[in-house]
């Protein structure tokens, strides 16, 4: 079992950086792809980011393509999701999870932290 807990959300106007941060416990998370998504209010689980155990796949929505990435510390058990020029629609709740491939599915994951909320508002 993994254990992931996220943290790093907040209220930030448009335009602005947040860091999201995932820390993981009960097993490393070095064997396993880990990715964000989100989940804005009425709507879908979307998928954000994701990355290979190793670090050498990457995958971003287009969405937030150039504006987001997504690192790995294998060493401290943790991922994270730097945000930049954030906009209203970032917000969301962000979850970050960790599974056996690198996915942009979200039933492809078999771990999921419990969210951290990211408001964009001037």
């Known amino acids: 079992q993994v254990q992931l807990v996220e943290s790093g959300g907040g209220l930030v106007q448009p335009g602005g950086s947040l860091r999201l941060s995932c820390a993981a416990s009960g097993r490393t998370i070095s064997a396993y792809a880990m990715g964000w998504f989100r989940q804005a209010p009425g709507k879908e689980r979307e998928f954000v980011a994701a990355i290979s155990w190793g670090g050498g796949r990457i995958y971003y929505a287009d969405s937030v393509k150039g504006r987001f990435t997504i690192s790995r510390d294998n060493a401290k058990n943790t991922v994270s999701l730097q945000m930049n020029i954030l906009k209203p629609e970032d917000t969301a709740v962000y979850y970050c999870?960790?599974?056996?491939?690198?996915?942009?599915?979200?039933?492809?994951?078999?771990?999921w932290g419990q969210g951290t909320q990211v408001t964009v508002s001037s």
């Open positions: 999870a960790a599974g056996s491939g690198v996915s942009i599915i979200p039933r492809t994951y078999n771990y």
